[in-house]
């Protein structure tokens, strides 16, 4: 079940339960409501804050950071696609970590330094789960493509205009999208799911999908 004392209330109102899966996301904390097995904080993400930080800070602190850190993040990436022998593999895996935890323990002075640095303690266990699974992707591009035509829509209305409005798209285009993925016409499902209220007072469940064909 969810933590509630933790995270975001409007997530923790639709997750109820676990997730028995990997959750890959950015770095907003209100993810930390959702219960799962695992978690995968995105990559890019993070390499994009680097460059972001290399525009305007020249400090010599930051810029070892920067280097150090970006490089660590492009090794780890390499490491998800070659085809190694088992202890070799993990041996190259420990040593990821390990340079993490350098990085993460320096004294660093720099205020962009610490402020990642922190960033770093704070998702630490959730760098790297990429590597330990082969269907993990090390970056949340697929979340962000399912989020998109959301995203477009509000901008084509020129935002929601209240947080009402804002809640009742998020909804409507979670099950819209969810209909969608299982194979479903979201239209026909959702005309149908209130024909049942109508009738029975209470909105049936979403329905698990169509099954593979062949």
């Known amino acids: 079940m969810i933590d509630r004392s933790r995270g975001s209330p409007a997530l923790s109102k639709f997750f ?5 899966g990997i959750l890959s996301t950015d770095f907003w904390r209100a993810y930390h409501a ?3 097995t695992g978690r ?3 990559l890019p993400h993070l390499r994009r804050e680097l460059k972001k930080v290399d525009e305007q800070n ?3 602190a930051w810029v070892e950071f920067s280097k150090k850190l970006g490089r660590l993040l492009k090794d780890a990436i390499r490491l998800k696609k070659k085809e190694l022998p088992e202890a070799k593999y993990q041996s190259l895996r420990s040593r990821l970590d390990y340079r993490l935890d350098y990085l993460i ?9 610490k402020r990642l640095v922190k960033r770093l303690s704070r998702y630490r266990q959730t760098l790297f789960t990429f590597l330990d699974y082969p269907e993990v992707p090390s970056d949340n591009n697929h979340a962000e ?6 995203v477009i829509m509000r901008k084509n209305f020129q935002g929601n205009r209240s947080g009402n409005g804002a ?3 998020a909804i409507l285009m979670s099950v819209y999208r969810t209909l969608k993925l299982r194979g479903l016409d979201p239209l026909d499902t959702i005309v ?3 024909r049942t209220y109508v009738v029975t007072g209470a909105l049936p469940p979403l329905p698990e999908g169509k099954p593979p064909v062949g």
Do not use: H, Y
């Open 16 to 20: 109820k339960e676990a997730f028995a």
């Open 34 to 36: 959702v219960v799962c």
């Open 40 to 42: 995968q904080t995105c």
């Open 58 to 60: 020249g400090s010599a």
């Open 105 to 113: 323990n320096m004294p660093w002075r720099d205020g962009d330094v």
């Open 145 to 150: 493509r399912e989020i998109r035509p959301a």
């Open 167 to 169: 809640n009742t798209q």
């Open 192 to 194: 149908a799911a209130l």
